[in-house]
């Protein structure tokens, strides 16, 4: 069964899956497995490292990918843009703040631009922007994001989008997601979690395990990491990630955590060079609880394409012919 989409007539490619460009998680390993499984690999930007950039780029070799930023951090090192657009990927994503400053420079450089959104009102600026698609992000999602859910998110940025592809995103790591995504109309999900134990993941391997003895339970978003690693992240967005012994501890308390930062910060960084995952963080979605194995990207994405198939084909027999007298 094929499944086209226009996200796989806008990028090339066979399946209508994105690996999300998760910082410190989505290389150019990770990225490059899921591109030459049919899927399209983003590298993750993240706050900015201009020799780990090149360094995940070469790392992707020969494979078609892209590469995504955080708008705010990029915007205080505008040369990594400069540094992405001379690999020439084949697409590059946008999150979390104003992108139209970046966008005649992506337009002169022909690169095709994603743009995630967890609002109306940004999805209303990306529209009007004419980007090439945008990533409806839920509340679901590991990592940063907003508050609203993916289920009645995803089919509002839809009704607004005026033809413009839509990628749902968050708590979506299984065919079943991605089932329930293309019946939304999505045309195609954007998926970090269920690649984040993957064999290429750059995850350290005491938080692939962590992970894969997670549960969306077990997640919640607060601002405890962004204090403790010393980012200066918008109030507007949070980040998901798995419960443990530093977020019981401070959660609740921030203020506290602000006064003690020299301390917590000097714990916090021992036990991240440590793999101590009581501590550091493990930056998985709700979705944890459908990822039980460390395996290879492209059999990720195959099953999850196997799945979703078989999903849909339940579905059709669902639905009753219309019986003529």
Not at 119 to 130: I, N, S
Not at 178 to 204: M, Y
Not at 247 to 252: D, F, G, I, Q, Y
Not at 297 to 306: E, F, G, N, W
């Amino acid at each position: 069964m094929a499944m086209r989409t226009s996200l796989c007539e806008l990028f090339e490619i066979e399946h209508p899956v994105l690996l999300a460009p998760m910082a410190g998680v989505s290389g150019g390993a990770l990225a490059a497995a899921v591109s030459r499984a049919g899927g399209f690999g983003l590298i993750g930007g993240g706050y900015g490292d201009a020799a780990w950039l090149e360094q995940e780029f070469d790392a992707a070799g020969d494979a078609r990918v892209g590469v995504g930023f955080i708008i705010w951090s990029l915007a205080r090192q505008p040369h990594l843009l400069d540094l992405a657009l001379a690999r020439k990927p084949a697409a590059l994503m946008l999150s979390f703040g104003d992108f139209r400053p970046f966008l005649p420079q992506i337009r002169q450089a022909q690169v095709k631009l994603i743009v995630q959104v967890q609002t109306l009102d940004q999805a209303r600026e990306a529209v009007e922007a004419g980007v090439d698609a945008m990533v409806a992000q839920g509340t679901e999602a590991g990592g940063h994001g907003g508050a609203r859910a993916t289920m009645p998110f995803v089919p509002a940025v839809i009704d607004i989008a005026q033809g413009t592809p839509v990628i749902a995103a968050g708590g979506i790591a299984d065919g079943r997601g991605l089932a329930a995504a293309l019946a939304l109309g999505a045309a195609g999900v954007l998926c970090g979690t269920g690649f984040f134990a993957s064999d290429e993941s750059l995850a350290s391997g005491a938080a692939k395990e962590a992970a894969l003895g997670g549960s969306g339970d077990n997640t919640e978003r607060s601002s405890v990491y962004d204090v403790a690693r010393g980012l200066d992240w918008p109030a507007t967005w949070n980040i998901r990630t798995l419960r443990n012994g530093f977020t019981h501890r401070w959660s609740a308390d921030i203020s506290g955590l602000k006064q003690n930062l020299a301390a917590e910060q000097a714990r916090f960084n021992a036990a991240t060079a440590a793999g101590d995952t009581d501590i550091a963080p493990v930056i998985v979605g709700e979705a944890a609880d459908l990822v039980h194995r460390r395996e290879p990207a492209h059999v990720i994405l195959q099953r999850m394409m196997s799945q979703a198939e078989e999903r849909l084909r339940h579905l059709s027999q669902m639905v009753d012919p219309i019986k003529k007298e």
